[in-house]
């Protein structure tokens, strides 16, 4: 069916931003029509352009969107929202000066969560995502990446992958809904160490899920006393060989080499990155692999931001993502974050919205998208208010609604 809309006050293509990769974007890249009118059937859009000279036969068809303002819907490219129970008393622990150390002593930490997910029944957790999916898209974030990693036994794993291919299905094309295998998370106690709990439990999994084709990426958590670059490389072969692709918690608590080992294998994204070295820096820049920075964990966990402007000046794609989790950043607001982040990590308009939008689809490997282009996908996030500024400038502020 088709679908016009007319004197929408902000159409915010980002039609140069996209012509460009993604890449040292300047303000007017977000390639805004004012007074502009858009037009699409269920899958694609067909036109484009200021409301004066919408072809005729779709002008029947048109409705009013004054005081409205259109974007590419907004990509959350990394969470974990799939966890049982919560972390507010080692939150509230932590700001009253308690280590990590002395956390973990406590049982908090992510075995605590990890214990959490275990002990819920399928049913509650696919309810409790569910609820987080419908907040997440309350706010116009139309796709959502989802993590499992919270198992971290094999039935577990298998069953959250399963769960998340379960909450795509019943999602469909109302918010695109993005599976990745992340049971290289951590290494549960009852392993000697990474790599016999990746070849015991990891590989086998992966092999086991990979036949049924619910799998969109594998990631893993690379990372001084986590999994180490040989567990990196045996994965990400293994993953290659499968066809599917890989993403990296990379250069999060330590420069290791992440970026490096994300380029060799051509990731969708490397993410965190608050450690990433010059040399990092300039690799990912001639790679395809999108920078994903998680800022709302520097702020919930009181350190500093990423080298932002340091891998944009260098012509790195960057996006940003939540990283909605209980442990390191319990905010499931992406908007808010981004709006937060940009003043900080000194984003002009069109790197924070492309951070969010075409680079975040780019993290997901989703190439139509990110764009309102003609024969790209036709998926938008609507806000009602006069222009685009206003949005991230009411920081926290939702002006997302369904489009009509
Ligand atoms: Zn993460």
Redesign the pocket.
Known sequence: MLKAYTDINEIVTMKAAYHKDGRRLIPDDLSIIRNGAIVFDETKILWVGDTDRIPAQYRPLAKNLKGHVLTPEIVDS???LIFGGDRAQEYADRLNGASYEEIAKRGGGILYTMQMTNEASLEDLFSISCERIERLHSYGVGSIEI?SGYGLNFEREFELSMLIDRLKKKYRTRVRIFNTF?AAHDVPKDFLNSSTYLQEVVLPLLVKLAPLRIIDAV?I?HEKNYFGPDDVHLLFTRSSELGIPCKI?ADELNENGGAKLAAEFNALSA??LLKISDEGIEILAKSPTVATL?PG?AFFLGKPLARARAMLDAGVKVALAS?F?PGSCHCDNLLLVASMAASQLKLNQAELWAAITLNAAGALGFKGQGALIPGMDARFALFKTQSLSHITYNWGRNFSISLP
Do not use: G, M, W
């Open positions: 990394h969470t974990h993590k992340l990631d958590f918690h993410d965190h998680l964990t990283d989790n």
